[in-house]
């Protein structure tokens, strides 16, 4: 059974840092893309940012270009987003998500495996 765990959440204030987690169990995703979502309160699931299986490509959404950044470390089957200079309106519970391909996608339809999530609050 294929199960990503998200670690990494909690509470920081505005300028800070975090880095999440996701870490897959009960197949190799080291040829599969892998991606971040978020879900503020009251809104629906976005896109964040993706990362390709192979040589990587790496797409980010406009609202978290050059602050966050997306990795993967495939001997650990796990993928990283390191969130800088973290802003009250990137407080939200954040996914990981990943394909059955190599290629990345922005659609959430496009994501088979999903994790339960993990929150992330920044205060003002």
């Known amino acids: 059974q294929v199960q990503l765990v998200e670690s990494g959440g909690g509470l920081v204030q505005a300028g800070g840092s975090l880095r999440l987690s996701c870490t897959a169990s009960?197949?190799?995703?080291?040829?599969?893309?892998m991606g971040w979502f978020r879900q503020a309160p009251g809104k629906e699931r976005q896109f964040v940012a993706a990362?390709?299986?192979?040589?990587?490509?790496?797409y980010y959404a406009d609202s978290v270009k050059g602050r966050f950044t997306i990795s993967r470390d495939n001997p650990k089957n796990t993928a990283y987003l390191q969130m800088n200079s973290l802003k009250p309106e990137d407080t939200a519970v954040y996914y990981c998500?990943?394909?059955?391909?190599?290629?990345?996608?922005?659609?959430?339809?496009?994501?088979?495996?999903w994790g339960q999530g993990t929150q992330v609050t920044v205060s003002s």
């Open positions: 009960g197949r190799t995703f080291s040829s599969a893309a």
């Open positions: 998500a990943a394909r059955s391909f190599y290629s990345i996608g922005v659609a959430e339809k496009l994501y088979d495996y």
């Open positions: 990362i390709s299986g192979g040589d990587p490509y790496i």
